[in-house]
């Protein structure tokens, strides 16, 4: 069973910056894509970011420039530096782990953490 735990989300001004966290536990081998989505009240979840285990990133156009992905595959952590934070950023933050191979021949896909708050208000 593979659990994702976010951790870092919180209250920020407009113009500030956060940092989350998520970390993979588990039995695992090896994961491919790690990504942050969000989810606004009212709204569809939404694809902010992803990073595959070779380092190749993908981020959605309105976090272009402000947010950067990075992971630790030896740690199995995900991580998302927001910089220059909006209002309309406030969302809950969901970590994302996509083919965690738990053993030679089984794969788990498409797993989620439980979220993370992230409010952006003065």
């Known amino acids: 069973q593979v659990q994702l735990v976010e951790s870092g989300g919180g209250l920020v001004q407009p113009g500030g910056s956060l940092r989350l966290s998520c970390a993979a536990s588990?039995?695992?081998?090896?994961?491919?894509?790690m990504g942050w989505y969000r989810q606004a009240p009212g709204k569809q979840r939404e694809l902010v970011a992803n990073i595959t285990s070779g380092g190749s990133t993908n981020y959605a156009d309105f976090v272009k420039g402000r947010f950067t992905i990075s992971r630790d595959n030896a740690k199995n952590t995900v991580y998302l530096q927001m910089n220059s934070l909006k209002p309309e950023d406030t969302a809950v933050y969901y970590c994302?782990?996509?083919?965690?191979?738990?053993?030679?021949?089984?794969?788990?896909?498409?797993?989620w953490g439980q979220g993370t708050q992230v409010t952006v208000s003065s």
């Open positions: 994302n782990a996509d083919q965690v191979r738990i053993s030679k021949y089984v794969v788990q896909n498409n797993c």
């Open positions: 588990g039995s695992i081998f090896s994961i491919n894509a």
